[in-house]
């Protein structure tokens, strides 16, 4: 039953003025829920409305109780009739209020009354509906972020509190801000757990599986072969960067960024970073979006240390392997020297462990000694006879 003081009207009568209503979307379950605790109890909280031509009206709140009376059957509800005041101001005032529209509809709300009603800053709107400048700042901000991103917020999967650190990412990539939201759906992240683990979200990306998935490269650990897809050219690079760093023991590094890569690819607007307080300290999680970007800054990155070890007159190395001659790639990494050395003319000498019984391997000595192994550190765990028969190292024998 409603209240008898209350007057009722037709739903047939009440009509949805085009514009002056802040709702874009309804969701179909949540409606056809209210609509089957109207067909109960036929109560329905009363609508506002503003007369209109030819004896009808248009409501100003109560949208959705409208189409859900009208989906119950039911045939006349309880309304309140403004017949002063801005209609759209009024609608937004009291949505907002019963916490009604979701934060996009209520950002959208607020352009559309501000145009209206020409109020020309976030002060004025704020006043016109009793809120803080702050909050109206806020919401109108989000209407910045990616549809994409905009459509989690409006469905409740992220929090309004989430929008600035959404908005750092997604000046860079638009792509990686939607996946951050896709992801937290999938995991259903609490609205506070979003925003306090904000940062594992983002790194979490970056491994996981989406459509469409944007580049993501970490600059603290780029393969040489994710980067330089050419392979003559990643070759080139890897012999270069294994003559600075023969101790590597691969031409298929794992490059680690410097500053001056970093704020290369910051200044070409493809470093998405976002930074993590650890109460009291803080880090960064960053990622280049540019994969061609990435490989030129690979090239960048091991010319920097072939001319810095240059500069310094680095050309000996000690490699420090607890048995170099027990290393499968010892053939490889040797043949690759020689070639630097014999091929393309770097100077470069190293020292190596090993133990007694290296100098039985077939081509061992010979190829240290063409790829620049001027000495060799022989590695003898004991002299105690007792002691290598107990660690059966038969090979270490004491004449």
């Not at 290296?358 to 000694?369: G, Q, V």
């Amino acid at each position: 039953m409603t209240d008898l003081a209350t007057p009722l009207l037709e739903v047939d009568k009440i009509e949805v003025a085009e514009g002056h209503n802040p709702r874009t979307h309804m969701d179909p379950d949540a409606l056809a829920r209210l609509a089957g605790n109207l067909s109960k109890t036929d109560v329905v909280q009363p609508l506002t409305v503003r007369p209109i031509d030819g004896g009808k009206f248009a409501v100003v709140a109560g949208h959705r109780r409208l189409e859900a009376a009208k989906l119950a059957g039911i045939k006349k509800v309880p309304v309140h009739v403004r017949r002063n005041g801005n209609a759209r101001a009024a609608a937004l005032s009291e949505n907002l209020h019963r916490e009604d529209l979701d934060p996009i509809d209520t950002a959208r709300g607020l352009v559309e009354l501000a145009a209206e009603l020409e109020l020309p800053t976030n002060k004025k709107i704020a006043e016109e509906l009793d809120v803080s400048d702050s909050w109206v700042s806020q919401h109108l901000r989000l209407l910045k972020l990616p549809e994409g991103v905009q459509r989690y917020i409006a469905e409740g999967h992220v929090p309004v509190e989430a929008e600035r650190d959404l908005r750092g990412i997604a000046e860079v990539s638009p792509r990686i801000a939607e996946c951050i939201c896709e992801l937290a759906k999938r995991r259903k992240v609490k609205s506070r757990e979003f925003v306090v683990n904000f940062g594992d979200l983002f790194e979490a990306v970056a491994q996981a599986r989406f459509e469409d998935k944007p580049t993501m490269i970490d600059p603290g650990a780029v393969r040489l072969s994710d980067v330089i897809t050419d392979e003559k050219k990643r070759r080139d690079l890897g012999d270069r960067h294994l003559a600075a760093k023969p101790y590597t023991h691969t031409d298929n590094p794992t490059l680690r960024f410097g500053e001056a890569e970093i704020d290369a690819a910051r200044a070409a607007g493809c470093l998405v970073e976002h930074q993590v307080d650890h109460e009291g300290w803080t880090s960064t999680v960053a990622f280049i979006t540019d994969a061609e970007l990435a490989g030129d800054l690979a090239e960048r990155h091991i010319e920097r240390i072939v001319k810095e070890n240059a500069k310094q007159g680095i050309s000996r190395f000690f490699v420090t392997d607890d048995n170099f001659a027990r290393n499968r790639n010892w053939e490889p990494i040797f043949d690759r020297m020689i070639e630097l050395r014999e091929g393309q003319g770097y100077s470069l000498h190293f020292l190596i462990q090993v133990d007694v019984l290296a100098h039985k391997i077939p081509n061992f000595i010979e190829k240290a000694a063409r790829a620049g192994c001027r000495y060799v550190f022989i590695g003898l765990e004991s002299i105690n006879p007792e002691n290598l028969v107990h660690m059966k190292k038969n090979q270490n024998r004491i004449t």
